[in-house]
C-alpha cells in the first residue's frame, strides 16, 4: 500500500527525526543562553577530535549495543523491555561476584566466565516479567520498570551489607584481582602498532559487543528460533495457529534480551571500573530504547545509532566540563529520538510518504488496485 | 506503638497518598479514554519543578500551582499529539515525556538557580501551609475521634483537601454526565462514539487535558506542599506506583482512593522505620525501599484479582476501512 | 414478497442523489465517479463482490471518509457531509456490518450515546427509555432498555444498530452486510422490519453480496464492480443470473464440478467433543462426528455456533475433552502434544478461518510464509540456520503451481488481494499431502475468480482420498461443495443430511436450532 521505499524507511526517516530532535535541542541551549553551533563544535572536538575523546565515545557505544540490542531482540518479538538498565544491573553483579570469588589465571578466561555470568543473571532478572507477561498479562512494561527498581534496592544491599570492603566508605566492592583486567583499546591497538591514546576505558568488550550484533543478525533472520520470535512478533494468533508456543517464545526472547543487557556489565564494570560501584549503569539500559528505535532494531542501525548516542554521552560530559550546558542534555536528546523515532513517527512519515506518492504518481499516473 | 504513633503514621500517610491519588486519578481520566500514560511521572516531574520555581521567583504558591499546571499539559499536549493525532505508540510516548522531564528539570534548573538542580528552599507564600479544620483544636480532646480529627485530618494542605474531594467529583463526572459517558465509551469503542457523530480526537484530547491538570496538582503538591523546593527526581516512581494503584483500583475513582491510601500507609511505615524489627528478623531499609515496587508486580501478577483494563485502552483510534 | 416498484422518477426529490463520488486510498482507487439516485419511501440495493467499493461508498455518505471529488443531494439539496455528526443531522442513520456498540454498556446508553439532550444523563436517559418504549411498538424492535450488549445475542444487537438510528430520527437508513451473522429466520424477521420501514416512508439502502437477498426485499439495485458502478435496475426487471454477471463481469459457474464421492474408511472421528472457553462458557456441547477418506464432510452453521472452536481444537490451538482419532490413533487434546506442531506432525491441515489474522503474518514475505507452522521441515534447514534458498525455491514451483499472482515470492502478504493471499495458504497446507485437511471459509473475501479456483483444490485434494472438513458459513458453498452435510447449532450438531436429499430451507431450520420434528410440533401447538 505503500509507495515509500525502503530505503527511505530506514534511512531517511530516521536522520529527518535525528535533525529534528537536534533542532530542539539547539533550541533547548539557546533559551539557556549558550550558542548551540559552538556547542556541537565542543562536543564534536571533545568525542571525534582524539584518540582520547574516541576512547571514551567507543567506551559508551559499547555499552549501547548492548542495551540496544537487548530492546531490539525484545521488539522483534513485540514485547517492550524497559527493564535493561535493571538487567545490566545485576549483570554487574553477575560480573562481580566471578571475579572477586573465583581466582582467575588469565583474563581471557575470565572475560568468559565474566560473559556467561554476566548473561545469567540478566536473564534471570527478566525471567518473572517475562513470565508474569506471558501467563497472567501482566504488562511487561510495567512490570520490568518495577524490577528496575527492585535491582537498584537489591545491589544497594548486596554491596552495602555484603560485598562492601570493612572500612570502606563508598558503595562499592573491592577492585578486581589484576588477573582479571581487560585490555584496553588503546593497548590492543598500540601492539599493532596503531597509535591510540592509553588510559580511556574502551576496552577490548568492544568486539565482543560486535560478535552479539552479528550472532543477534544470525539469531533473528536466519535461525528457526529467530523465525518464530519474528512471527509472534508480528501476530500472536497466527504464530499460535503455526504451534508456536507463546510462553516458550516469550520466555526465551525475554531471556536473551536479558542477557544482552547484562552482558553490558563485562564493559562498565569489568573492563572500566574494575569493581561494582553503585548506580554505574547511568542510564544506559534506557539509552538502548533509544538506540534500537533509531536503529530499527537491526544490528548494523544499532551499531550506527549506538555510535551517536556514545558521541552524545562524551560530547555531554566535554560540554558540561567547558561550557554551563549539563549532561543532561544528553538526556533530552535521548527523549527527543524517542519521542520522534518512536511515537511520533506519523508525523515525519505521512509527509515523506506523500511526496514519495506524487513522485510515483507522476511517474505511471494512477495506479489502481483492489479496494477495502 | 502508641496511639499516638498511629496517627502520626497515619497523618503522614495522608500526605504521601495525595499525590499518588492526584496522578492515579489523572491515569483514570487518560486510561478510561483508551490512552495509556506512562508518563504519569514525568509529567509530576515537571509540575514540581516549574511550580517550585515559579513560587519561588514570583513569592506566591498559586502562581506556582498554576506554572506546574501548564507544564504538565503541555506534556500531556505531546502526549495527545503522539497518541492521538499522530497515532504513535502510547507507551514510547510516555518514556519519551519520562526522559525529557527528567532532562529538562535538571537543564532548566541548573541554568536558572545553578544550585546543582534544586530550587532554593520556599518559604511563606512561596509554599502551601497546613488549614486547620474548624473546631480541631476544640474536639482534640473528645477521646478517640477528637484526636483522630486534630492530628490526621485537620492540618493539611489545601491540595490535599483537593485531592480528596477530586474523588467523589471524578466518580459524578465519569458516571453521571454525558461527558462521562462518551469518555468511557471512547476507551471501550472509538468506533461506537464516531459513528455516533461524536468526536474521538477531541474526547481523548479533553481526558488528556484533565490527566494534565490532575499530574500538575499532583506535582504542584510534592514540591510547594509535600517538601518545600524542587530536587532532582523527586517523584521517585510515584508515578509508576500511581499506575500500579489504577490497575489496583480497577480504573474507579473510589478504589484508587483506597489504593493510593495504601501504598501512602506503605511509605510513611517504611519512612518512620527505615529497618522494620519483626523480632525473629529485621527488615533491611532497603526492602522497604523496594516493598512498593515488590507489591505492585504482586498486584500486577492477578493475584489480587483480576483487573480488566478498558478494551481500547493504547489503540490509537483508525477507522475501519 | 412483493417489490414495488418504488417512487415514481420526477415526481419527486430523490432522498439520495450521488454525482460523480471518486475515492482513493493511496494508490488504490476504491470509488471511480459514481453516480446514483435512490428515491423516497423504497429499498435499493446495492450488490457486488467483495472490494468493489460498495462500503467505501456508504462511509462517505455516512460522513467517514471525504469524497475525492463528486457531490451529494439530499432530498434534492446539495449537501456536504464532513463528519458523521452532519450525515445524522441529514437524517442518514447507518448500521455497520460490524457492530459500533459499546459491549459493557446497557442498550439505552448506547442508544442514548451522542444523542443525548443535555450535560446531565438521568434526563436522557429517561426520556430515551420512554421514546424506546413506543418504537419497540411501532415497527416489531423489542429490546430490553437495560439488558449489556455483551449478554444479548447479535440479532437483538442489530435491533439496538437500528433503535440508534432510528432515535435519531433518521430517514434513510444503510444496512452494510446485515445478515451476515444472522440465522434465516432472523433474516427474514429483519427484512419485515425493513418494510415496515418502507410503509412509514423511510428510504433503505441495503448493501449484500447475497443475490437471495436483493430478488426478495429490495425495489432498485445497483451493481458495483471494482470501485465502479456497473448498473442500475428496476429489481422486478432483472434475474439473479443477470446480476451475478453484472458483479463479475463475465459468465460464472455457480455450482462445482465434481464427481461422486467414492469414501473410504474413516480417517477423522470425534466423540463426544466439548469445549469451555475462558469465559466458562460451554461452546462445543458434546460433537461427534467422522469424516471418511475421499470424502468432503461441510460443516453449516450461523457464525458463533461452536464451529469456529471445532476447527481449533482439531488444529491445535484450542483445547478440549472428549476423544479425537486419525487413522485410529487417539490424538493429545488437553497435554503437552495439543498444540497446532504436534497437529501437523500427525498430518492435519488446516485453512484457517481469518487468512489475515492467522493464516498468515501479513508483514512477512511471500516465501516466509510458505515455511509458516512448518519451519521445522527438514528440508527447510541448513545445519544450525534456515535454508532460505530452498525456501524460496520450494515457494516459486507452489506459485505456479497455484496461480498466484502477481507471481513474486519476494512481496509482502499484505500486498496480495485476499484470493491470492487465500492460495498462498492452500499452497503451503494442501501441498503437505496431509491425511486430513480443516478448511474454514475458505472463500470469504475471495473474488468470484478465485472461488472456482480454490473449489476445485479442494475437491481435487478429496479425489485423491484425503478427508476434508469444511467449515463455512455461506449455505450456497456447503451445497455445492460438501459430499454430507453436518449442521451446527448452539454448540450441537442437529444432524447430517446429503445434499442432493435437503435444500436451504430445511438446512436453514437446522441452522436456527429446529428439526423437522420440532418445527412441525410448534406448527400443531
Known sequence: MTAMPKWADITLIPLINLILAFVISGLVILAIGEDPLEALSVMIEGALGSSYGWGYTLYYATNFIFTGLAVAVAFHASLFNIGGEGQATLGGLGVALICLLIPWPHWTVALMAASVSAAAFGAFWSIIPAYLQAKRGSHIVITTIMFNFIAAALLNYVIVNMLRPKGAMDPATAKFPEATHLPSLGDILNSFGIPFAKGTPANVTLFVALAACVLVYFLIWRTRLGYQIRAFGKSQPAAIYAGINPVRITIICMMISGGLAGMMAINNVMGEAERLILGSVEGAGFIGIAVALMGRSHPVGIVLAALLFGFLSQGGAELSLWTSVPRELVTVIQALVILFTGALDGMVRAPVERVFLALSRDKSGTVRGPAE | MDFLTILQILDSALRLATPLLFACLAGLFSERAGIFDIGLEGKMLGAAFFSAATAFTTGSVWLGLLAGIAASMVLSGIHGLASITFKGNQLISGVAINFLASGLTVLIGLSWFKLGGQTPALQGNARFSGIDLPFAEALSNVPVIGPIYAEVLSGHTFLVYLALLAVPLSWYVLFRTRFGLRLRAVGENPAAVDTAGVSVVHLRYAAIAIAGVLCGLAGAYLSTGLGASFVREMTAGRGFIALAALIFAKWRPWYALYATFLFGLLEAVSNRYPSLDLGAFTLPSQFMQALPYILTVVILAGFVGKAIPPRAGGQPYVKER | ?525
Open chain 3, 1 to 525: 414478497m412483493t417489490a414495488e416498484n418504488g417512487g415514481q422518477p420526477g415526481s419527486a426529490a430523490p432522498a439520495i442523489e450521488l454525482k460523480g463520488i471518486s475515492k482513493a486510498f493511496g494508490p488504490v482507487q476504491a470509488n471511480k465517479d459514481i453516480s446514483i439516485r435512490v428515491m423516497p419511501g423504497t429499498i435499493h440495493g446495492i450488490i457486488g463482490e467483495n472490494g468493489a467499493g460498495k462500503s467505501t461508498l456508504m462511509s462517505i455518505l455516512y460522513g467517514f471518509y471525504k469524497a475525492d471529488s463528486g457531490e451529494i443531494y439530499i432530498s434534492g439539496q446539495k449537501t456536504t457531509i464532513p463528519d458523521s455528526q452532519a450525515a445524522i443531522a441529514s437524517g442518514i442513520g447507518m448500521v455497520f456490518q460490524h457492530f459500533k456498540l459499546v459491549e459493557n454498556f446497557t442498550v439505552l446508553e448506547n442508544v442514548v450515546l451522542g444523542a443525548e439532550d443535555g450535560a446531565f444523563l438521568g434526563p436522557s436517559l429517561a426520556k430515551a427509555r420512554r421514546e424506546l418504549t413506543e418504537l419497540a411498538r411501532e415497527y416489531e424492535l423489542n429490546v430490553d432498555p437495560d439488558a449489556l450488549i455483551e449478554e444479548i445475542g447479535v440479532g437483538m444487537q442489530q435491533r439496538v444498530e437500528i433503535l440508534k438510528a432510528l432515535y435519531r430520527k433518521a430517514d434513510i437508513l444503510i444496512l452494510d452486510e446485515p445478515t451476515g451473522v444472522l440465522t434465516p429466520a432472523e433474516a427474514d424477521h429483519l427484512f419485515r422490519i425493513l418494510q415496515g420501514l418502507k410503509a412509514q416512508g423511510k428510504t433503505i439502502i441495503l448493501i449484500t453480496h447475497k443475490l437471495r437477498e436483493i430478488m426478495d426485499v429490495t425495489d432498485t439495485v445497483s451493481v458495483m464492480r471494482r470501485g465502479e458502478m456497473t448498473a442500475t435496475v428496476q429489481t422486478s426487471q432483472t434475474s439473479p443470473t443477470e446480476l451475478a454477471e453484472l458483479m463479475v463481469g463475465r459468465k460464472v459457474l455457480l455450482r462445482v464440478d465434481k464427481t461422486a464421492p467414492n469414501p473410504g474408511e474413516k480417517i477423522l472421528d470425534v466423540t463426544d467433543l466439548r469445549v469451555i472457553d475462558k469465559k466458562g462458557v460451554e461452546r462445543l456441547k458434546g460433537v461427534s462426528f467422522n469424516v471418511r477418506a475421499g470424502e468432503i464432510l461441510g460443516i453449516a452453521g450461523v457464525a458463533g455456533n461452536g464451529q469456529s472452536e471445532l476447527l481449533n481444537v482439531l488444529g491445535g490451538i484450542q483445547t478440549a475433552t472428549g476423544a479425537v482419532r486419525v487413522n485410529g490413533n487417539d490424538i493429545d487434546l488437553t497435554g503437552k502434544f495439543s498444540d497446532a506442531r504436534s497437529r501437523r506432525a500427525r498430518s492435519i491441515a488446516h485453512v484457517p478461518e481469518d487468512r489475515q489474522r492467522e493464516g498468515l503474518i501479513m508483514d512477512f514475505k511471500a516465501w516466509e510464509n510458505t515455511a509458516f507452522g512448518y519451519d521445522d521441515d527438514p528440508e527447510y534447514q541448513s545445519g544450525l540456520l534456515m535454508d532460505n534458498s530452498a525456501i524460496r525455491a520450494d515457494t516459486e514451483g507452489k506459485i505456479g503451481r497455484f496461480d498466484v499472482r502477481p507471481a513474486n515470492g519476494n512481496l509482502e502478504a499484505k500486498s496480495f488481494s485476499g484470493g491470492n493471499q487465500q492460495k498462498i495458504v492452500l499452497a503451503r497446507e494442501i501441498e503437505r499431502n496431509p491425511d486430513v485437511l480443516l478448511v474454514g471459509q475458505p472463500t470469504r473475501g475471495v473474488d468470484i475468480g478465485a472461488i472456482e479456483f480454490i473449489h476445485q483444490q479442494i475437491v481435487a485434494l478429496r479425489d485423491q482420498g484425503k478427508a476434508i472438513l469444511l467449515v463455512s458459513v455461506e449455505l450456497e458453498e456447503i451445497l455445492s461443495l460438501a459430499d454430507r452435510i453436518a449442521v451446527i447449532f448452539d454448540g450441537h450438531l442437529m444432524g447430517e443430511r446429503l445434499p442432493a436429499e435437503t435444500d436451504e430451507k430445511e438446512l436453514g431450520l437446522m441452522m436456527a436450532g429446529m428439526t423437522k420434528e420440532t418445527s412441525n410440533q410448534e406448527a400443531t401447538a
